[in-house]
């Protein structure tokens, strides 16, 4: 059983467009996280939700809009895809928003904007 | 702010010979320190912590790290480096986000 799922694993689109990525993570954990790492593998963190609550939201543009339906789901929705948008997208769960919890990542989805 | 930095970006060893990969923090209190490890087109997996106690912390994998507080380090380790650990390792320092190293890639060579 996958703890950490995330749909689709590739998405190739055109600039202007807007895509959708789910992740849902069977760990029963409280937070929810979003990282982009870049080409040079650099990872950044994105958004972060606790019990289904934006508890971090680092600068990113508001193309970018996540949702939290239920702990186990957090979406990520992107509008209006631009070239600097192509990456691999991280979600990552733990089991509650403190300190001392490690990460449990999904597979990523490497998103290319042409 | 909370950072990490790996000052090396690749690592190259021979198989069986001992592996360090290095990291050091800066942190305002507490530091809660993590190593992950990526390999080709895979998430990152969790390979150990320090947050408390004895400075030598044992992971998975063979994998230990050493928690220096004199010279902020958290350096992984390993005794004997086997092919397999060819991947891309990240030091991650965590408060409410993790905030990761640059990353650094190990190369074992049979």
């Known amino acids: 059983d996958t703890a950490v799922s995330q749909t689709p694993k590739y998405l190739v689109t055109q600039m202007g467009n807007d895509k959708s990525i789910k992740c849902e993570q069977n760990?029963?954990?409280?937070?929810m996280y979003w990282y982009k790492q870049d080409s040079k593998k650099f990872l950044k963190i994105m958004f972060s939700?606790?019990?289904?609550?934006?508890?971090i939201n680092e600068t990113v543009p508001n193309r970018f809009s996540p949702k939290s339906p239920d702990k186990a789901h957090l979406n990520l929705h992107i509008n209006s895809l631009e070239l600097g948008d192509s990456a691999v997208y991280f979600c990552?769960?733990?089991?509650?928003?403190?300190?001392?919890?490690?990460?449990?990542f999904g597979e990523g989805s490497r998103l290319t904007v042409l | 702010a909370q950072s990490v930095a790996q000052p090396e970006d690749q690592v190259n060893v021979a198989e069986g010979n001992p592996l360090t990969v290095k990291c050091t923090y800066s942190?305002?209190?507490?530091?809660?320190l993590f190593w992950y490890v990526q390999y080709p087109n895979r998430g990152l997996q969790f390979l150990l912590k320090?947050?408390?106690?004895?400075?030598l912390v044992k992971g998975s994998y063979g994998f230990e790290a050493e928690f220096n507080k004199s010279q902020t380090s958290f350096h992984l380790k390993k005794p004997s480096a086997l092919v397999s650990d060819s991947a891309l390792y990240f030091c991650a320092v965590r408060d409410l986000r993790s905030r990761f190293g640059a990353g650094t890639t190990v190369t074992v060579r049979a």
């Open positions: 760990l029963g954990h409280d937070t």
């Open positions: 990552a769960s733990s089991q509650v928003a403190t300190t001392t919890g490690e990460l449990f």
């Open positions: 942190v305002s209190g507490n530091p809660y």
């Open positions: 320090y947050i408390t106690g004895d400075n």
């Open positions: 939700y606790n019990n289904k609550e934006l508890i």
